[in-house]
């Protein structure tokens, strides 16, 4: 990876405050919920698994505690896949919230972002 590009993305975190929230995850994995009695996680949980990743995820595991709705595997990208493949994850996290999405206005353009006013 390109060094610009690399600084790049660390001045991106640094500039907006947003490093703490970032690693958010790392402190969650470490300390995973535990599901409720009774039963798996109810909220829908999307996963997508790049090739280059060295934390791969098991399906069977994954399913057993967690209500994956969508789940999808690529053969490139790795940790950082939305800065090295941002194409495939832009278009896999739209194709996960799509099943939510309510109002008619997200589907003007493959690209809109905004909600409905």
Not at 39 to 67: Q, S, Y
């Amino acid at each position: 990876m390109p060094r610009d590009r690399l600084l790049t993305d660390v001045m991106l975190y640094w500039l907006t405050a947003t490093a703490g929230s970032s690693a958010r995850h790392y402190w969650e994995a470490a300390h995973p919920p535990r599901p409720p009695r009774g039963g798996r996680l109810t909220t829908p949980t999307g996963v997508a698994v790049f090739g280059a990743d060295t934390a791969r995820p098991v399906r069977r595991l994954a399913e057993r505690d967690n209500t994956i709705v969508h789940w999808s595997e690529f053969d490139r990208g790795g940790h950082f896949a939305a800065m090295e493949e941002p194409g495939l994850f832009t278009d896999d996290v739209r194709a996960f919230f799509r099943r939510f999405r309510s109002s008619p206005r997200f589907h003007d353009t493959p690209d809109r972002m905004s909600t409905a006013s």
